[in-house]
């Protein structure tokens, strides 16, 4: 029998020769000095030859378990070079059903109804909180009790909305695999009931105009870098949300009429769906008033040599994080009292209740889609004379008694 010293030792000699090791089982030790395990058996009554592998990747132990394994099979008569085929089939289908390869397929197949800011969320999330754990786990392996571990440690961390984000896009997956043949169950679904309950509510928010007028110039006094106040004082004024803001080009502010200054958002980038990939008009319009330019102007100085409006600090190539500027309104002195998105709030509360008659008109300036899609479509095209009105006042009201912008440039930094 060889010994693993013995194999070691083996050097070409520039013919292919043979090492028995008992059994069948022998080492074939090519000219140019590579080493390969084979098994001769007969089957059928014919002489056949089964590769195990290379040495050393196959130690000789490993050899001689493969050797034995394709003698059991012959014992209840079974080829075993079709077993070996077989259990490498097998191996193959476990990788293809696996969660993250069916996560991806369900992902790609989703994508193109999704706005691009939602397909980029769902993506992330799958990637940082679960292909790690089940990435390579047969979707059929995965138990009610697995999903429910991984969702806990992302309830501890203070995100429990996030959780069942998570469970949700989980359970559309398995749902998928078992609409197309790979599982028969859904232990996302199983344990929806077992999540920790989560306190429901709207966003915080001030919507008394003369607090959040205190505010916003309270959160521009603190120590902070001025690409963040500006960026604060922006979404202020144009009450678009903070992840729309934060991913802003300047491709999209460059060039601004300077009578009538429009900003145009792709409807990729904002929280709507498309109904046609070539449908313009489901791009959003934002009248900015004379405050919203002037800040734009001061931001242009510190950012506008990059493609990124709000880039982040560290990263000039990605966006800044919209929590920079929730951090900035927490350290103000307004934590769970009031949250980047609050300011859509504010404006929708305070606007609403100077002119009740341009409610409609308001819930276009805030985006709101209507649930009939010939009101949606029509209110779109409307109302930009009045909008730009609205903005305006509103401009006016929320920085009565504010800096300029270009004051925000040289203000304390953090």
């Known amino acids: 029998m060889l010994t693993d010293i013995q194999i070691r030792n083996e050097k070409p000699t520039g013919k292919p020769y043979k090492l028995a090791d008992g ?35 196959v130690a000789l132990a490993a050899a001689r378990a493969a050797r034995d394994d394709a003698k059991a099979a012959l014992r209840i008569g079974r080829d075993p070079a079709i077993a070996k085929k077989l259990q490498k089939l097998a191996h193959t289908r ?54 429910l571990a991984l969702l806990r440690p992302i309830e501890k961390r203070e995100a429990k909305e996030t959780a069942r984000r998570v469970r949700q896009r989980m359970s559309a ?28 509510g709207r966003q915080p928010a001030v919507t008394d105009l003369d607090a959040a007028r205190a505010m916003l110039q309270k959160a521009e006094a603190e120590p902070a870098h001025p690409v963040t106040k500006l960026a604060l004082r922006i979404l202020a004024l144009t009450a678009v949300r903070p992840g729309t803001l934060a991913k802003t080009p300047w491709a999209e502010w460059n060039g601004l009429d300077a009578d009538n200054p429009l900003w145009r958002i792709p409807a990729e980038r904002m929280k709507m769906r498309l109904q046609h990939k070539d449908d ?13 330019v002037e800040a734009i102007d001061a931001l242009r100085t510190l950012t506008g040599r990059g493609p990124l409006a709000f880039p982040n600090t560290r990263h000039a190539h990605k966006p800044m994080s919209e929590n920079a500027m929730g951090y900035l309104l927490n350290r103000a002195g307004y934590h769970h009292k009031h949250v980047p998105h609050g300011w859509r709030a504010t404006f929708s509360s305070v606007m609403n209740e100077r002119f009740r008659v341009d409610k409609p008109v308001i819930d276009v300036m805030l985006a709101h889609v209507p649930k ?10 409307l109302h930009m004379e009045r909008r730009r009105e609205l903005a305006q006042i509103w401009a006016d009201l929320i920085l009565e008694g504010a800096c300029p912008a270009i004051d925000l440039l040289a203000g304390p930094r953090r």
Not at 43 to 49: Q, V
Not at 280 to 292: H, K, S
């Open 372 to 381: 009939d899609k010939t009101e949606g479509a029509y209110n779109r095209a």
């Open 94 to 147: 476990s990788t293809a059903n696996t969660f993250e390869a069916i996560g991806r397929e369900w992902y790609e197949l989703q994508k193109p109804q999704w706005a691009e800011r939602h397909a980029h969320d769902v993506l992330v999330s799958l990637e940082r909180d679960v292909f790690p754990t089940f990435g390579d786990i047969p979707v059929t392996d995965i138990t009610p009790a697995d999903v």
């Open 173 to 200: 997956i398995f749902v998928y695999a078992i609409a197309s043949g790979r599982a028969d169950q859904d232990p996302a679904a199983i344990v929806k009931g077992a999540l920790a309950p989560m306190k429901k």
């Open 280 to 292: 313009d008009a489901r791009d959003f319009l934002v009248p900015l008033p004379r405050q919203a």
């Open 23 to 57: 059994g069948g089982l022998h080492l074939f030790v090519s000219p140019a000095g590579g080493k390969l395990w084979r098994y001769r058996y007969e089957f059928g009554g014919k002489e056949k030859l089964l590769s195990l592998g290379a040495y050393p990747g």
